[in-house]
């Protein structure tokens, strides 16, 4: 291996390294996840008991959406956690006087964030079909078309939070971890977009998200793909991932320009 | 402009400004391969945001810095290759392992056969007791061992150093310089050097710049200036120009390419 794919599995490797002597770090890829099914699982089969057989599969939409949720979240987290990483480790000189460029940094961090949501998702993919009788797996193979939409939408909130990073240090670190809660209530992750008042009908038109679920309960709901939600999902991707690219592209030469790649994290 | 092919760092007019703030004011200089120059400065006198800009980190308000023949401005990737760059103000990773360290290194710079190379500087920088200890654990003295260890893994023709031997005890300070002139014995890589200590710049540099309020104010060989001044050690020499007592009996020569 050599060129871009060996520096980019250099940084990868440095993460990798990192989860191998760090328990508490491999625990809380997997900890929210698995917590947030325990709560939801518990919840449905309380909604599943006193609803009776016919919200069997309102119950399985909600499952559904917090296991989904999750592949968006963690995408994000992925992400902007291993950027942090960096930071916090005052490594970020080293790393960008490396001949790393900075799209090869990107790739890095987008392949530990694909690691990481599958670490972290599985459990609670297995917990809810062993405890609470709900296969995401169900879904066919639509499923492939949701992760990856719900992934590049996680990667785009997290392209803009590392963008906010480099402008303003260690400030905007909490973003990390708050900023996609945001978008949930528009995102229509337990109930239709046509619940969500007519005056914010088009923000949640406007995140991938939203289509996803809707795609999903299509499918959970009625037995439909709905082809027209993931089209807009993966159109909608586009632009968030292109503006997304730009911002971290301005804010980057932006940070050569102030200096802030020496002192951010100070 | 035609640059000199020998020239591994050509500098000119560079300026950097931040709002009303003259970091560096306008300075040129040039090295020639396997010269070791001192860049030589009280505090804020635009030493490090020098390095920052030759490393391409920080983007000059004006002027133009070719690297290696590579413009960093535009090119700066084939430089970052073949140089490399020390300083005690950056960490590596400190829960991952020397060894884990440098690997992480050998990537990023492309190093054929890395664990041989990592061998190699273990048992130049005498690491072999330090490999698979976590670099958080480390001593100062052994951190700069393997953040120079970090710095030459790619065999770099061009080598970065901001403080070197900041906060080593004389000993680890002294073997650190051993190191540093070996490895320039026997690659003839071109050595930049940040440095406080002034019994370290004489022994090592080959050419000192004087820098005050972003400005290198003046430049020569460390005993051409302990001669101008008329001084015995170049701490004199900085005193005299960082508090303006004493000028040059004669102008400094004032010729911008530093020979090897």
Request: aromatic share 8%; with cysteine; charged share 15%.
């Amino acid at each position: 291996m050599t060129g871009a794919p060996r520096r980019i599995w250099g940084l990868m490797y440095r993460h990798l390294a990192l989860y191998r002597r760090s328990w508490p770090r491999l625990l809380e890829l997997t900890y929210w996840p698995v917590l947030g099914m325990c709560i939801w699982g518990f919840t449905a089969t309380f909604l599943s008991r006193r609803l009776g057989a016919g919200a069997a599969v309102t119950v399985s939409a909600l499952l559904g959406g917090v296991l989904l949720w999750e592949v968006c979240l963690r995408s994000q987290m992925g992400v902007t956690i291993s950027f942090l990483e960096e930071l916090w480790s005052r490594n970020l000189g080293h790393v960008f006087v490396s001949p790393l460029r900075p799209w090869e940094l990107v790739a890095a961090l987008i392949s530990m964030s694909v690691i990481r949501m599958l670490v972290g998702v599985a459990p609670a993919i297995a917990l809810a079909w062993g405890f609470y009788a709900f296969n995401v797996f169900a879904l066919g193979p639509v499923l492939v078309l949701f992760f990856v939409n719900l992934m590049i939408m996680g990667w785009s909130v997290a392209l803009a939070v590392v963008s906010m990073i480099l402008r303003h240090g260690s400030g905007a670190e909490p973003l990390a971890w708050s900023v996609l809660f945001g978008l949930a209530p528009f995102s229509a992750v337990f109930y239709p977009i046509n619940v969500l008042p007519a005056a914010v009908r088009p923000i949640a038109l406007a995140l991938p998200s939203a289509h996803v679920f809707e795609g999903m309960r299509g499918i959970l709901l009625d037995g439909v793909i709905r082809w027209d939600h993931l089209s807009w999902a993966f159109g909608l991707n586009a632009i968030w991932l292109g503006v997304a690219t730009m911002i971290f592209a301005r804010q980057f030469h932006q940070a050569r320009v102030r200096g802030a790649l020496l002192s951010i994290g100070e | 402009m035609n640059q000199p092919p020998n020239n591994v760092i050509e500098v000119h007019g560079l300026v950097k400004r931040y709002g009303e703030v003259l970091a560096v004011d306008g300075i040129d200089f040039a090295a020639t391969a396997g010269a070791t120059v001192g860049l030589l400065g009280g505090n804020g006198a635009g030493k490090t945001t020098t390095i920052a800009m030759l490393l391409g980190l920080l983007l000059p308000t004006s002027g133009s810095i070719h690297v290696l023949g590579h413009d960093m401005l535009r090119d700066r990737f084939a430089a970052l290759a073949r140089m490399n760059f020390s300083s005690p103000y950056v960490s590596l990773p400190q829960r991952l392992t020397v060894r884990e360290n440098l690997r992480v290194y050998g990537h990023l710079y492309n190093v054929r056969h890395t664990d041989e190379r990592i061998a190699e500087l273990s048992a130049e920088l005498d690491l072999g007791a330090l490999l698979d200890r976590p670099a958080g654990q480390l001593s100062a003295g052994q951190k700069t061992r393997v953040a120079l260890a970090k710095s030459l893994i790619n065999r770099p023709e061009l080598l970065l150093l901001d403080e070197p031997t900041a906060s080593l005890d004389p000993d680890t300070g002294d073997l650190v310089r051993g190191w540093l002139e070996r490895y320039r014995g026997e690659t003839g890589c071109t050595i930049l050097l940040a440095s406080h200590n002034m019994a370290e710049v004489e022994r090592l540099c080959s050419h000192v710049l004087m820098m005050k309020q972003g400005r290198v104010v003046d430049r020569g060989s460390p005993q051409d200036l302990l001669d101008r001044y008329g001084r015995d050690d170049l701490e004199e020499v900085f005193l005299d120009i960082a508090r303006d007592r004493r000028s040059a009996s004669r102008p400094g020569v004032h010729q911008d390419t530093v020979p090897a």
